[in-house]
């Protein structure tokens, strides 16, 4: 059984920054894909990014497109989120994902994706 375990939300003012990790165990295949996603308050879930292994391929939503980075360190089994430029709008929890593809992922919703708890990302002046 794969679990997932966040960190690194917090309070920024716009135009901060922050970095989120998300720390994975369990099966490797249940893992070949991580990413990020986001509810902002009243609003529905969002993707945000993914990564892929071990091919390494990344893809992000167009609003963080420059602004953030998806990344992973297979030795640590830990997929990281580098937010830079932050805006009040990415404001939101942010929840881990993983799963054997990107298709499933992209599912939200599929028995063979897990999420993790959610970390509060808050970016205000």
């Known amino acids: 059984q794969v679990q997932l375990e966040e960190s690194g939300g917090g309070l920024v003012q716009p135009g901060g920054s922050l970095r989120l990790s998300c720390a994975a165990s369990g099966r490797a295949i249940s893992t070949r894909v991580m990413g990020w996603f986001r509810q902002a308050p009243e609003k529905e879930r969002e993707f945000v990014a993914y990564?892929?292994?071990?091919?390494?391929?990344?893809y992000n939503r167009d609003s963080v497109k420059g602004r953030f980075t998806i990344s992973r360190d297979n030795a640590k089994n830990t997929v990281y989120l580098q937010m830079n430029n932050l805006k009040p709008d990415d404001t939101g929890v942010y929840y881990c994902?993983?799963?054997?593809?990107?298709?499933?992922?992209?599912?939200?919703?599929?028995?063979?994706?897990?999420w993790g708890h959610g970390t509060q990302v808050t970016v205000s002046s």
């Open positions: 994902a993983a799963a054997p593809t990107y298709g499933i992922l992209l599912t939200q919703s599929s028995r063979s994706l897990t």
């Open positions: 990564h892929t292994w071990p091919d390494g391929d990344t």
